[in-house]
């Protein structure tokens, strides 16, 4: 449940930015909150040195999952921004 809780975090962060309104502009310069930068160093940094036990593996792919959706919709807004500036 704990992975549950911290993953919905991350989803929030960029849900909030959404529903605030979000622009391309936005999209594109979103970062994730310090303390959430902070988590995922903290478990790639754990499984890096084999010390993930199976719980913090799967919050891990979780949030990896995450963070590459992300990545894909910030491609987009980058893209889109790109598009019209050339327009």
Do not use: C
């Not at 993953?7 to 960029?14: L, M, S």
């Not at 959404?18 to 940094?45: R, Y």
């Not at 890096?48 to 036990?53: F, P, Q």
């Not at 719980?55 to 999952?65: F, G, M, P, R």
Request: hydrophobic content about 40%.
């Amino acid at each position: 449940m704990t992975t549950l809780l911290k993953t919905q975090k991350i989803y929030d962060e960029f849900i909030d930015l959404i529903a605030k309104g979000a622009t391309p502009e936005s999209v594109a310069k979103f970062q994730f909150s310090e303390t959430t930068k902070e988590q995922i160093e903290d478990l790639v940094e754990q499984a890096k040195i084999g010390d993930l036990s199976p719980d913090k593996k799967n919050e891990l792919d979780e949030l990896l999952v995450v963070e590459h959706i992300i990545r894909l919709v910030k491609a987009k807004a980058h893209k889109y921004l790109q598009s019209v500036v050339a327009e």
